[in-house]
């Protein structure tokens, strides 16, 4: 089992930046595939980025590439996402995932990721 928790999200200026967090605990003694998804109301979730286990491969979603950035940190069992340039249309849950293995097959798909957290809201304004 692992569990996730999200932190960071908040209210924000268009333009402006914010850094999430994931924790993960329980099964931490490997490393997983992880990543980011974020669903607005009365929207499915959707992807917004990957990381592999190693942190040598990131994915993004079209809407996010070049103002969005995942890292991790292995030895604090933390994911990290990176927020600039934040747009009213970012507004949304944002939620991170893990694969609960070292291999993803299609990183966009929720459905390959085991763990969820329970979201943290992020809310930009215009």
């Known amino acids: 089992q692992v569990q996730l928790l999200e932190s960071g999200g908040g209210l924000v200026q268009a333009g402006g930046s914010l850094r999430l967090s994931c924790a993960a605990s329980?099964?931490?003694?490997?490393?997983?595939?992880m990543a980011w998804f974020r669903q607005a109301p009365g929207k499915e979730r959707d992807f917004v980025g990957y990381?592999?286990?190693?942190?040598?491969?990131?994915l993004y979603a079209d809407s996010v590439k070049g103002r969005f950035t995942i890292s991790r940190d292995n030895a604090k069992n933390t994911l990290y996402l990176q927020m600039n340039s934040l747009k009213p249309e970012d507004t949304a849950v944002y939620f991170c995932?893990?694969?609960?293995?070292?291999?993803?097959?299609?990183?966009?798909?929720?459905?390959?990721?085991?763990?969820w957290g329970q979201g943290t809201q992020v809310t930009v304004s215009s």
């Open positions: 995932a893990c694969s609960g293995s070292i291999i993803v097959g299609l990183q966009s798909n929720p459905h390959n990721y085991y763990y």
């Open positions: 990381i592999s286990s190693s942190g040598s491969t990131t």
């Open positions: 329980g099964r931490t003694d490997r490393t997983y595939a």
